[in-house]
């Protein structure tokens, strides 16, 4: 088997801003983690400063040999009261896509991963249509800035994921304490209380899409004339959803209210960037747990690094746009096992290029170990270590082997 990746691959790490900058006080997240009965298991605190740091982590990057680094800029920094943007804010990520380019990095920049502005939820937040234009407004803002220095964007992180929690992880109602004192701290009511994560509704549905369409136009209408033209897509959460015999219509309809449809609403757009950690079980009544004798990582997903395999071919076969794996990895404390995840996965991912895929780039998740959102800074899924009491980072095996991949442009 021929282990070459086609030439101009875009190989990278992701990360996202509140899970590496620190101190994003003005977002609905950092609010959340400090109401008393909150449900983050830590404050992102300072997290790994990338705020400050990330001239020397963006040359570790370009160290180990990548040609890309998808980032994302903080809404919640970029326009801190409705409709009043930071110049100071945009020009900091400006600045990061200079430093990139200036390493030889292609950036790959999302403009929506998780968090956003307070006064975005005291609003309605991701339940309010309004939501959709306020996101196009700031999409054309960010590339007014930054967009002739950008390789592509993401505009919304797994648009998706509210959807995947309200079904499968968060049965939590109105009456929660959490609730009701994040909506009290975030000028809501529980009743409407709609950051990002918790719009898991039909509607909550509607409007993240509706802000997807309305900041490609934005970003299309940004961008044009002499400079070519900017890829602009989305990013999807795809386990490899698996039906044990019987639960295929059960999987089925789950896969269609998960995935499918909002595979189908990227239409038009320039590419889907797909998102994969492990797979799901399903059987007549619903989804499974792991099964019996299949190591479980510290997320307790499966370690099942095929499954990106699957998930390409599925988006494929839905959209037949071109793909890039805008995250892919795994959390473990046994850094061995992570080489083997990127091993295996790589693989499939050669094999879904061999097939003639249309494959552009693959981005591990994650260049450091970072906060995890709820679960806080324990699950560690960084190539780079990060310690927190100096934030001094160290470079992990897996990221030692990865770089040699990335360097020959082949699996080594
Ligand atoms: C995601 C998230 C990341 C997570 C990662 C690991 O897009 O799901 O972007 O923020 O940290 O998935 O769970």
Redesign the pocket.
Known sequence: MNNEFPQGFLWGTAT?AH?VEGNNTNSDFWVMEHVPDTVFTDPSGDAIDHYHRYPEDIALLAGLGFNSYRFSVEWARVEPEDGRFSTAALDHYRRMAETCLAHGLKPVVTYH??TSPRWLISQGGWQNMETAAKFGRYAQKVTQHLGDLIEAVCTI??VN?PRMAAMLWMAGGTGEPFTRQAAQALHTTPQQFAPFMFAGTAVGRDVILAAHHQARAAIKAERHGSQPPLPVGL?I?MSDMQAVPGGEAARDQMRWELQDVFLEATRDDDFVGV?T?SRERYGQEGPLDPEEGVELTQ?NYEFWPEAIGATLRRAHALTGLPLMVT?N?I?TTDDGRRLAYYQTALQNVLACLQDGLDVRGYFA??AFD?F??MLGYR?T?GLIAVDRSTQQRAIKPSARWLSQVVQANRLV
């Open positions: 996202a899970q991963h998780f992180n797994e994921i990013t959460a998102q950690y997320m995250e990895g959390g998740w994650s970072n995890e959102w699950p899924f």
